[in-house]
T-cell receptor, first 114, second 115 residues
Framework: AQTVTQSQPEMSVQEAETVTLSCTYD???????LFWYKQPPSRQMILVIR??????QNATENRFSVNFQKAAKSFSLKISDSQLGDAAMYFC???????????FGTGTSLTVIP | NAGVTQTPKFRILKIGQSMTLQCTQD?????MYWYRQDPGMGLKLIYY???????DKGEVPNGYNVSRSTTEDFPLRLELAAPSQTSVYFC??????????????FGEGSRLTVL
């Protein structure tokens, strides 16, 4: 089974600064999907960004961007101009090429310091 | 669109009681999932379904049962509740085909406490 590793249980960032959350995964597949989810204190799981493995270009959604290194099996999330509302737990997730299995990391708790 | 709807949002059970967490989605998704999230932890897959009439065990299925009689509904049954089942439960759904909408859509979660 695929494994997803988030090695930073907690991170903090000053408001308006940039922070990068790390995620690595283990797979033998060549085609798959990667996601970052945000879980604020409300506990709702919110999709932040997705990346298809066959796309070389890194995905970007406003202040959120990824650094996808397929050979290194790395998928980090960069949050620019951090805002207080970015404070949350962030989960990295992997979807298999067959499409019916998702694997989640253990999460990174992000604190934004005013 | 309502998306994925879970009920109830909160429930307190006594040890040994049974209950059903309801989940319904209105996006015509083939795949549906039940996860549990213990405090400060990640998500663990309980059961999943790839279509009506088809279910399969995930990582932590013991103490739970599911059924999938329709595409829309995927209830999770807790039999003989135990304190170890105190958790937040998430239902989620996804499309069959991987594409632009390959992500999981989550319900708002159901917080269950077993005393």
């Amino acid at each position: 089974a695929q494994t997803v590793t988030q090695s930073q249980p907690e991170m903090s960032v000053q408001e308006a600064e940039t922070v990068t959350l790390s995620c690595t995964y283990d797979t033998s597949e060549s085609d798959y999907y990667l996601f970052w989810y945000k879980q604020p204190p409300s506990r709702q799981m919110i999709l932040v960004i997705r990346q298809e493995a066959y796309k070389q270009q890194n995905a970007t959604e406003n202040r959120f961007s990824v650094n996808f290194q397929k050979a290194a099996k790395s998928f980090s999330l960069k949050i620019s101009d951090s805002q207080l509302g970015d404070a949350a737990m962030y989960f990295c997730a992997y979807r298999t090429s067959t499409g019916n299995q998702f694997y989640f990391g253990t999460g990174t708790s992000l604190t934004v310091i005013p | 669109n309502a998306g994925v709807t879970q009920t109830p949002k909160f429930r307190i059970l006594k040890i040994g009681q049974s209950m059903t967490l309801q989940c319904t989605q209105d996006m015509n998704h083939n795949y549906m999932y039940w996860y549990r999230q213990d405090p400060g932890m990640g998500l663990k897959l309980i059961y999943y379904s790839v279509g009506a009439g088809i279910t399969d065990k995930g990582e932590v299925p013991n103490g739970y049962n599911v059924s999938r009689s329709t595409t829309e509904d995927f209830p999770l049954r807790l039999e003989l509740a135990a304190p170890s089942q105190t958790s937040v439960y998430f239902c989620a759904s996804s499309t069959r085909l991987t594409g632009e909408n390959g992500e999981l859509f989550f319900g708002e979660g159901s917080r269950l406490t077993v005393l």
